[in-house]
C-alpha cells in the first residue's frame, strides 16, 4: 500500500501525524461509519458543519454546496476564514513552519485546540472534522478569504502538496472547500443529489437564519433554503400533508442550567411539535446538528414529560371516563409531530449505529423544561388541550380494543377443535347450514318459550339477558353485557370486524325475536346497530331478519286469532262495529252501511289533527269561536303582538298586519341609559326586541278546515265536534243502535269509539305485554312455525336513517336522545331498518 | 363517490373507499367492538310492570 512510499518521504517528527492518517485511512468506518453511500455523504456535512458553526457563532449567513462536474464537491462560507498565519506549537513540534490552515487539515482533533463556540461539536462518530474529510480525498483543495487577499493550499490523500500561498486581493472573507473523495476508500464516489438536498435542508430547519445554497453542476439542480422560524416550520413541513388538530406548533427554547451543577456546562435546546389527525408517531431528534435516528435521552425526556403533563392535564380536568385505565405514552403521541434539537457539549453516542445519545443529564432537562412549558400551553388552550388529550384517548381505546379483540379471537380458537359453543345456547339438530334459523330472544321467560315452542330439527334459540345499569341518576339503562355479545359471535360463527365469512354461518337466517313495546324495540336497536357495525356482511346478504310476534290474541267463543299491530287491531273492531249499525244525529235522520263507514274514517283523520292543535295549547271550543264567518274557515296563523293573540285564515292579512306592526328603527341599546353601566349588558333583554313573533303555519287545522267541508255534507258543523255543556239537560244529542244495544254519544269526536266497543262486543282482546306471556304453542303457532308467522329482512338500504336512529339512541347526549325517544318510540317498529 | 360520516370518529369517508364500512377505518371499528365489550353501548330500559311503555288500552273503547 501507499503507506511506505509516503513514510520515506518525510521525516521522523511527522510520525504521529503520518499515523494520524495512516489510521484514518486504514479504518474509515471509525471515522464516517462505513465506505459506503452513508458515509461518502458524510465527507460533505463535516466541511458543512464548520460553516454552520461560523453562521451560528453570526460569522456567516451563506454557505454553498456545489457538486462539480467532476464529481467533486466544493463547500463554500463567508465566515471569518480559517488563519492562514504560522502556528507556534505546532511548527514547533513539526519542526518546520506549519500554518494553523495546514493544521486544521492535516491533524486529527486539531479543531479542539483552538475555540469554536460554546458548543463544540465533537465526539464519536462525528465532529472529526475536516481533517478526516481531507485523509480520505484523492485531492483537496482550501481557498481562504481573508485579511485582503486570497490564500490557497492543495493537499493530496491528507499530504499538503505544498505550503499555503497568497493569491490575489479580496474584500471578502470566508473558507471554500474542494474535494474529491477517494476511490481506493469508497465503494462508489458518486454522490446522489437527493441525499444531500435532504440533508441540507434539515440543516437550515434546525439552524434558522442561516441560507444554504446547493447546486448539482451534472444535472443544473438547484436549491435554496433559509428558514427564519427554524424547526417550527421545519414541523410544519413535515406535516404538509396531514391535517392539524392545532392551528399552531408548540414551541419551546433556551438554555438549561442544572442548577445544583452549576459548574456543568449549559444544554441548549430548542423543541417544536404539532398534533395532526394521523395514527402515526413522528418524532425528528438532533444532538449538535447530528440526526439521532435511535433517540436516546433527549427523547425519552420530552416523552416523559408528555405523558406526564397530558395526564395531569385529563386527570384534574375529568376527562377520563374512569381512572383504570390512562392512556400510555405511545397513545399520547399518535398523531404528533415533534422535532426535539438539544446542543451538548460533551455528547455520548450509543447504539447500532452511534445514534442514540446516552448523557443522563439531557433527560432531566428535556423533562423538567418541557414539563414547565407544556403545563402552560395547555393551561392558555384549553380548547387545543381538549383536541389532544381527546385523541390520546382515542388511541388508548383503539389499543385496549384490539388487544380485547385479540383475546376474543384466541378465545374461540383456543376451543377444542373449533367454535366453542355457549352454554346457553339451544341449538337445533340438524345441520344443514341454509334450513337452519337462530332466533336470538331477549328475556328469560321468552326464552323459555321459545325452547318449548320451537321445531327442534332446524331452529336454534339463543337468551340474551339484556343488562340494567344506572346509566345516570334520572334513568336506567340496558346494554348487552360482555358475554352476550361473545356468545351471540360465537353461536352465528361467520366472525366479526375484517375476517367476516358468512359461509362459514351456522344458520341460513339468523332471527331477532323481541317483545313488541318499547323496551322490546330498543333492545331490537341494540342488536341491529351490533349487527350493522361488526356483521355487515350478514346483513348485507339478507341473513338477518326480525320475528313479528302478534300483539292481540282475539278470542271470539272457541276462535282465536292473534292481530299484529295497533293499526291492524282498530281496522278489525271498526269493520266489526259497523256492520248492523245506525247512527241517529237526533234530527231523525239514520246514518248506515258506506255512508256510515265513511264518516267514521273521515272523523278519524280528524281526530289526529284536533289532538295534534289540542296539544298546541289551544282549545278546539276557543277556536271555533274564531272562525271566520264569511268563508267558515278556522284560523291557520297565529301572530303574537305585545303579548296578544292575533289570528288570521289567509297569508295575505297575516303579511298586511307584520306590515302595519313592523319593528320601529332600533332604539339606543339599553345599557346606555343605564347610568351605573355595571352590570348593564344583563339587564338588556327587558326591553321587547321583536314587537311581532310569529308561530309557524298551524297545519293541522288545514286538515281540520278540510275536514269541516266533508263533515258539512252530512249536515254537520263545527259545533257537533265540541263537547256539549252539561246544561243539566240530559237529553243525549246522538245515539248508535246496534241490534238491542242504543250508546248515547255527547260529540262526534265520541262516534270512532262507540263504533270500536261496538265492535269489541263479543271479542276477548288481549294484548301481549311480553312474548312470555305467549304460552309455547301460542309462540309457535304466531311467530316460529314457517307457515303462518311473518319474517321481515333487514336490509341495509336505509343505512343512513338507520345508523343515525342508532347514533341518537345510544349517544351521550342526553337531551337529542329524550326527545327522539318520545317522537318515535311507539313507531320505531315501523323503521324498516 | 358517495360519502359517510365514521360512527366513532365522525369524520366523512367515501364509502367505496374502505373495506371497514360503516367505518372510516377497521381502527374505529375495533374501537366499536371495544365498545361492545366494554358494554359501554346501551339503549334507555323501559320497565314493562309500569305500563309507561305500552298504549293506553282505552283508546281501543
Redesign the interface.
Known amino acids: 500500500m501507499a503507506k511506505e512510499k509516503q513514510q520515506s518521504e518525510y521525516s521522523a517528527d511527522d510520525l504521529q501525524h503520518l499515523s494520524d492518517r495512516d489510521h484514518v485511512r486504514k479504518r474509515p468506518g471509525m471515522y464516517i461509519g462505513d465506505t459506503f453511500s452513508r458515509g461518502l455523504h458524510h465527507l460533505v456535512y463535516e466541511v458543512v458543519d464548520n460553516s454552520i458553526d461560523e453562521a451560528m457563532a453570526d460569522f456567516a449567513s451563506h454557505v454553498t454546496v456545489v457538486i462539480n462536474n467532476d464529481g467533486s464537491v466544493t463547500v463554500e462560507d463567508n465566515g471569518r476564514g480559517i488563519p492562514v498565519e504560522e502556528h507556534k506549537e505546532l511548527t514547533a513540534e513539526m519542526g518546520r513552519t506549519v500554518s494553523t490552515l495546514e493544521g486544521v487539515m492535516t491533524v486529527l482533533k486539531f479543531g479542539g485546540k483552538f475555540e469554536k463556540g460554546a458548543y463544540q461539536t465533537s465526539g464519536g462518530l462525528h465532529g472529526v472534522g475536516v481533517t478526516v474529510v481531507n485523509f480520505l480525498s484523492q485531492w483537496c483543495e482550501v481557498e481562504v478569504s481573508r485579511d485582503g487577499f486570497v490564500y490557497r493550499q492543495e493537499y493530496e490523500r491528507g499530504e499538503a502538496t505544498g505550503d499555503v500561498t497568497k493569491g490575489e486581493a479580496t474584500d471578502q472573507t470566508g473558507t471554500k472547500t474542494t474535494f474529491k473523495p477517494d476511490s481506493e476508500i469508497f465503494e462508489s464516489t458518486k454522490y446522489v443529489s437527493d441525499i444531500l438536498v435532504k440533508r441540507l435542508q434539515e440543516l437550515a430547519f434546525l439552524n434558522k437564519g442561516v441560507t444554504i445554497i446547493f447546486r448539482d453542476d451534472r444535472s443544473g439542480l438547484e436549491e435554496e433554503f433559509c428558514y427564519e422560524d427554524g424547526i417550527i416550520e421545519f414541523v410544519k413541513h413535515l406535516n404538509r400533508a396531514s391535517d392539524d388538530l392545532q392551528p399552531d406548533v408548540f414551541y419551546v427554547t433556551g438554555e438549561y442550567v442544572d442548577e445544583d451543577n452549576a459548574d456543568e456546562p449549559a444544554i441548549g435546546y430548542e423543541l417544536a411539535f404539532q398534533y395532526t389527525n394521523e395514527f402515526t408517531e413522528n418524532l425528528h431528534s438532533y444532538v449538535n446538528n447530528i440526526h439521532t435516528i435511535e433517540g436516546g435521552t433527549h427523547e425519552t425526556g420530552f416523552k416523559r414529560a408528555l405523558t406526564r403533563i397530558l395526564n395531569q392535564y385529563a386527570l384534574s380536568n375529568n376527562l377520563l371516563k374512569n381512572n383504570d385505565n390512562t392512556p400510555d405514552g405511545s397513545d399520547f403521541r399518535e398523531g404528533i409531530t415533534a422535532v426535539i434539537s438539544v446542543k451538548v457539549a460533551h455528547p455520548q453516542f450509543e447504539g447500532q449505529t452511534k445514534t442514540k445519545l446516552g448523557n443522563r443529564e439531557v433527560d432531566t432537562a428535556v423533562n423538567s423544561i418541557c414539563g414547565d412549558s407544556l403545563t402552560k400551553y395547555l393551561d392558555q388552550n384549553p380548547k387545543i388541550a381538549r383536541i389532544i388529550v381527546n385523541k390520546g384517548i382515542i388511541a388508548m381505546e383503539a389499543r385496549l380494543a384490539a388487544r380485547k379483540a385479540r383475546d376474543l379471537l384466541r378465545k374461540r380458537k383456543s376451543a377444542l377443535g373449533g367454535n366453542a359453543l355457549p352454554g346457553k345456547l339451544r341449538d337445533c339438530i340438524s345441520n344443514e347450514m341454509e334450513r337452519c334459523e337462530l332466533y336470538l330472544v331477549e328475556g328469560d321467560s321468552a326464552g323459555g318459550s321459545a325452547e318449548g315452542g320451537r321445531m327442534r330439527e332446524f331452529q336454534a334459540i339463543l337468551p340474551l339477558r339484556g343488562k340494567i345499569i344506572n346509566a345516570y341518576k334520572s334513568r336506567e339503562d340496558k346494554v348487552l353485557a360482555n358475554e352476550e355479545v361473545q356468545s351471540m359471535i360465537n353461536a352465528i360463527g361467520c366472525g366479526i370486524g375484517e375476517e367476516q365469512d358468512t359461509s362459514k354461518r351456522r344458520y341460513g337466517k339468523t332471527i331477532i325475536m323481541t317483545d313488541a313495546d318499547v323496551d322490546g324495540s330498543h333492545i331490537r336497536t341494540l342488536l341491529l346497530c351490533f349487527f350493522y357495525r361488526q356483521m355487515n356482511q350478514l346483513v348485507e346478504q339478507g341473513h338477518v331478519y326480525l320475528a313479528q310476534p302478534p300483539l292481540f290474541r282475539v278470542r271470539q267463543g272457541r276462535k282465536v286469532h292473534y292481530v299484529q299491530t295497533e293499526e291492524e287491531m282498530k281496522g278489525q273492531l271498526l269493520e266489526k262495529g259497523l256492520s248492523d249499525a245506525t247512527f241517529n244525529p237526533g234530527d231523525g235522520q239514520q246514518i248506515t252501511g258506506e255512508e256510515l263507514e265513511h264518516l267514521c274514517r273521515l272523523l278519524a283523520s280528524m281526530e289526529e289533527s284536533i289532538v295534534a292543535l289540542e296539544r298546541r295549547g289551544v282549545n278546539l271550543k276557543a277556536h271555533a269561536e274564531r272562525m271566520d264567518l264569511e268563508t267558515s274557515k278556522l284560523p291557520v296563523f297565529r301572530v303574537t303582538h305585545e303579548s296578544l293573540n292575533h289570528w288570521f285564515v289567509k297569508r295575505e292579512d297575516v303579511d298586511a298586519f307584520v306590515a302595519e306592526h313592523s319593528p320601529a328603527p332600533p332604539e339606543e341599546p339599553a345599557n346606555e341609559k343605564n347610568e351605573e353601566g355595571e352590570e348593564a349588558e344583563d339587564h338588556t333583554p327587558a326591553a321587547p326586541t321583536l314587537p311581532v313573533v310569529q308561530v309557524p303555519e298551524l297545519h293541522e287545522v288545514r286538515t281540520i278546515n278540510g275536514g269541516l267541508t266533508d263533515l258539512a255534507e252530512f249536515g254537520f258543523d263545527i259545533q257537533s265536534l265540541i263537547t256539549q255543556e252539561r246544561t243539566g239537560e240530559q237529553e243525549p244529542r246522538y245515539t248508535l243502535a246496534k241490534g238491542d244495544n242504543v250508546t248515547n254519544i255527547e260529540d262526534l269526536r265520541g262516534l270512532l269509539g262507540a263504533v270500536r266497543a261496538a265492535g269489541e262486543k263479543g271479542l276477548q282482546i288481549t294484548r301481549f305485554k311480553g312474548l312470555g306471556e305467549m304460552n309455547a304453542e301460542e309462540l309457535r303457532e304466531t311467530t316460529l312455525d314457517p307457515e303462518n308467522r311473518t319474517l321481515i329482512k333487514v336490509t341495509m338500504d336505509d343505512l343512513g336513517a338507520a345508523s343515525q336512529m342508532f347514533s341518537i339512541l345510544m349517544g351521550d347526549k342526553v337531551e337529542p336522545r329524550r326527545e327522539f325517544i318520545e317522537k318515535h318510540a311507539l313507531d320505531i317498529q315501523n323503521l324498516d331498518v | 363517490m358517495q360519502n359517510?360520516t365514521c360512527?366513532i370518529?365522525s369524520?366523512q369517508f367515501g364509502v367505496t373507499a374502505t373495506?371497514?364500512?360503516?367505518?372510516c377505518s377497521?381502527?374505529c371499528?375495533?374501537?366499536?367492538?371495544?365498545?361492545?365489550?366494554?358494554?359501554?353501548?346501551?339503549?334507555?330500559?323501559?320497565?314493562?310492570d309500569d305500563g309507561t311503555?305500552?298504549?293506553p288500552?282505552e283508546e281501543?273503547?
Open positions: 359517510a360512527p370518529c369524520q373495506e371497514a364500512f360503516p367505518f377497521e381502527r371499528r375495533k374501537i366499536d367492538l371495544g365498545r361492545w365489550l366494554n358494554e359501554e353501548y346501551s339503549v334507555p330500559y323501559e320497565r314493562s311503555e305500552t298504549l288500552t281501543l273503547s
